[in-house]
């Protein structure tokens, strides 16, 4: 589990880049004006660009200026900004959201082990988990159909990790999701979490898994076993 935490832009900053999913960014390259853009944001020239400025420096859109205007596309980072503000819509208005995922049970880095067993996380595991998590993580590898569908995770409830710091460093804020492990052969485990660094979104390949116990002996899991995780209350 990494602890690195990514910043984020601003609501002016999200509105164009949803203005510019509308024209057609997603799909492809669009080209627009600051004249055009300032326009339909009912927002002068300058704040127009930039608002694209900023955009692009968090990498949520790819720019080619021409003499005419330039170029837009939004990228893949842009396309789960958005997606993440629908999931937050649909949690206000959809209730009790279930994600399920399937994967293969993998060997982790072993990173899980230290920072699951950090005092700054243990403490607020057992406060807000209800629980002192085995010191490990049960990894699993997602179906490429399973990394899409990830995304849906933003809808459900999350019960957030504070982050802290000792003398020597500061710890990054992570996201627990309550979870159902189910087994091929249909057994389920219900007290485990997803656990994941907040707002970031590397590896989504990669779904970490704790618990009170000991996941892969409570599920006799080994290598290469598929798995379905339901992540949010039933």
């Known amino acids: ?3 690195t935490a990514t910043s984020v832009v601003g609501h002016d900053e999200r509105a164009t880049l949803k203005l510019l999913a509308l024209t057609g960014g997603l799909e492809g390259d669009v080209k627009i004006s600051c004249a055009d853009l300032a326009e339909q944001l009912d927002a002068s020239n ?9 955009l692009e420096s968090a990498g949520l859109i790819e720019r080619d200026t021409v003499s005419d205007g330039q170029w837009v596309v939004v990228t893949d980072e842009g396309e789960h900004e958005l997606r993440a503000a629908y999931e937050e819509y649909r949690r206000l208005f959809e209730t009790a959201p279930q994600v399920d995922l399937e994967g293969a049970i993998t060997s982790g880095m072993g990173e899980g082990r230290h920072y699951i067993s950090l005092p700054g996380y243990q403490r607020q595991f057992d406060d807000r988990l209800g629980y002192d998590p085995f010191p490990g993580t049960l990894n699993v590898e997602l179906r490429d159909e399973s990394v899409r569908r990830r995304r849906a995770m933003d809808a459900v409830e999350p019960v957030p990790i504070d982050g802290w710091e000792d003398d020597e ?7 627990c999701h309550p979870a159902t492990i189910e087994t091929a052969d249909g057994e389920t485990y219900t007290d485990a979490h997803t656990i994941a660094p907040e707002r970031t979104h590397h590896d989504e390949d990669q779904l970490e898994l704790i618990a009170p116990e000991k996941l ?4 006799d899991l080994t ?3 598929q798995v379905i995780v339901h992540v949010g209350d039933d």
Do not use: E, F, K
């Open 1 to 3: 589990m990494s602890v």
């Open 46 to 54: 300058q704040t127009a660009s930039r608002r694209l400025q900023r």
């Open 169 to 175: 460093r500061t710890y990054g804020p992570a996201v």
């Open 216 to 219: 892969r002996d409570s599920l």
């Open 223 to 225: 290598d290469g076993d």
